[in-house]
């Protein structure tokens, strides 16, 4: 099994969030700690300890909002499903954090667009996969690359009313976004609605939740690394008493099979409108076929085209903000690989 970390590191100092919102870390260090001890332990010194050292300890100002965390329903409005209470991040059924993933590309979308439910069809349909209830649906935006920039804020498409409520009338009650927001930033909401004064243009995503109760994730990474679907997302969120999210350590879970049904890339370009997508450290894996419990059609073809070979040695590379991060694996198998390229997530 392979385990692909989509969580952004809490870190101050970058364009993360909004300048109000930015999270606040003072680190402690070991020295420090010493003197934390000698204070609490009477007749102590500092020399005494193992290289002089006590523990290192971080103080953190944050929100529950900063980092890769998970927004309740409390934090779209006081109610959901058409008027109930609606459920604070303690509430949630923990069922609905691990499930099986599936994975939207909407990369090449402008900054700004805001989906509708025609774009997650298409792309439902481009990837063969038919949504079932608690599937955790992840959005691929431009936001990822930039992340930590000072342009992040206003990076990426987002997620409408529509598109939104398309899942969920699927049984989604977990989605995942890699930009600041699930809906279109704000500074093209800000534009639209100075344009036409229709408030129901705020938030329109989020609001969703009025009709159909749900949870979502924002700052997601990563996403680029995942096949379409054949992955299940693990995101249990961090348990704050009525509070509206939690922090989570968002990861996904691919067995060797799915580790290259991120697949072949001209099914790929097609999500980027037949663009090529950005470049990415080529890769030559194999991929089983992954039908049934992930919904596969059966018209999806694997990208094993015959069987010959008696041994392969592969290995995933990628490199982000120039480190290398590399996954191997080897696998006896008996077949040929068929032109396996990584394609562009």
């Excluded at 923990?94 to 805001?114: I, N, Q």
Aim: hydrophobic share 35%.
């Amino acid at each position: 099994m392979r385990i692909v970390d989509l969580s952004v590191a809490l870190k101050a100092g970058i364009a993360s969030d909004p300048p109000s919102m930015l999270p606040r870390i003072d680190y402690v260090g070991h020295r420090e700690g010493a003197e934390w001890y000698v204070d609490i332990f009477p007749g102590l010194r500092a020399e005494q300890l193992p290289d002089g050292e006590g523990p290192a300890v971080e103080n953190v100002a944050i929100s529950t909002h900063n980092g890769t965390h998970l927004d309740a329903p409390w934090h779209f409005a006081s109610t959901m499903d058409g008027g109930k209470p609606a459920l604070k991040i303690d509430q949630v059924p923990l069922e609905w954090f691990f499930s099986a993933g599936v994975k939207l590309d909407f990369r090449a979308k402008p900054d700004g667009y805001v989906c509708k439910a025609d774009d997650v069809k298409r792309e439902l349909d481009r990837i063969g996969y038919a949504l079932k209830p608690l599937d955790i649906v992840l959005i691929n935006t431009a936001a990822a690359a930039a992340y930590g920039q000072p342009d992040f804020l206003d990076k990426g498409c987002g997620m409408g009313r529509e598109a939104t409520l398309h899942l969920l009338e699927q049984g989604v009650r977990v989605t995942g976004i890699d930009g600041w927001s699930w809906d279109a930033p704000f500074s093209f909401t800000r534009k639209r609605f100075a344009e036409t004064g229709d408030a129901g243009l705020i938030w329109e995503g989020h609001k969703a939740s009025r009709d159909i109760g749900y949870c979502h994730m924002e700052k997601l990474t990563n996403l680029d690394l995942l096949p379409p679907f054949g992955f299940k997302v693990c995101c249990f969120p961090v348990k704050i008493e009525a509070a509206s999210a939690g922090w989570t350590r968002c990861v996904a879970l691919l067995d060797n099979r799915a580790c290259d049904q991120k697949s072949v890339s001209a099914r790929q370009r097609i999500g980027h409108g037949g663009q090529t997508p950005p470049p990415r450290v080529r890769s030559s894996t194999v991929a089983g076929s992954d039908d049934g419990e992930h919904g596969r059609s059966a018209g999806a073809r694997s990208p094993i085209t015959s069987w010959r070979v008696t041994s392969a040695s592969f290995r995933i590379s990628r490199c982000r903000d120039g480190t290398p991060q590399k996954f191997v694996m080897r696998k006896q198998i008996m077949g040929e690989i068929g032109a396996a390229q990584a394609g562009p997530g």
